[in-house]
C-alpha cells in the first residue's frame, strides 16, 4: 500500500508545480471620455489595451450613460481621411492604443448631465477573455491628454 503512494507521489507533486495556467486577459488603463463638443453630438473614449497570457479580441464597449458605443479608426487614403467603423480588435500579448487621429470609440447618445471631471463607467467586453469595467476621466472635448 505504501509502495503504491510513493509511486504515485512524484504525479501529485508534478501537477503542484505546474499550477493552474495564466488566464488570457486584457487590462485598460489610460481611460479618458471627453463630453460632445455639441450637445447631442458624440463623445469620444481614448483608452490603452495590453494583453496577457494569451490576451483576447475587444468585441464592443457600453456605458450606462450612453446609448451606444462604436469602435472606429481614423484612415487617410488618396489624400482624404476618414473614420472607418471597426468590429474586433486583437490585443494579443501587446499594446493597442485608441488615441485621437487612431482608433477611438465613439460614444452616441450621452447623458447630457454628464460634466467635465465627473467619472464614467465603461465595460469592456471581449473574445477570450474576461469583460473588464473601467472608470473613466471625463474631460471637455479636445482635452483627451490634458495632464496626460
Known amino acids: 500500500m505504501f509502495g503504491r503512494f510513493l509511486a504515485a507521489s512524484p504525479l501529485v507533486i ?3 508545480c505546474q499550477g493552474t495556467p495564466q488566464q488570457p486577459a486584457v487590462t485598460v488603463t489610460d ?9 447631442g453630438g458624440p463623445g469620444a473614449g481614448y483608452f490603452t489595451l495590453r494583453g496577457a497570457g494569451g490576451g483576447g479580441t475587444l ?3 457600453a456605458s450606462p450613460r450612453a446609448e451606444r458605443i462604436e469602435l472606429h479608426e481614423t484612415r487617410s487614403e488618396g489624400g482624404m481621411t476618414r ?4 468590429e474586433r480588435v486583437a490585443v494579443v ?3 493597442v492604443r485608441f488615441e ?3 482608433k477611438h470609440a465613439m460614444l452616441f447618445g450621452v447623458d447630457p448631465a454628464l460634466k467635465v471631471g465627473d467619472r464614467l463607467n465603461l465595460t469592456f467586453t471581449f473574445e477570450g477573455a ?5 472608470e473613466a476621466d471625463v474631460r471637455g472635448p479636445g482635452q483627451a491628454h490634458a495632464n496626460h
Not at 474576461?130 to 473601467?134: K, L, N
Open 14 to 16: 508534478l501537477a503542484a
Open 31 to 39: 481611460l479618458v471620455v471627453t463630453v460632445p463638443a455639441v450637445p
Open 59 to 61: 468585441l464592443a464597449v
Open 83 to 86: 473614420m472607418v467603423a471597426i
Open 93 to 95: 500579448d501587446d499594446e
Open 100 to 102: 485621437p487621429g487612431g
Open 130 to 134: 474576461p469583460a473588464v469595467t473601467v
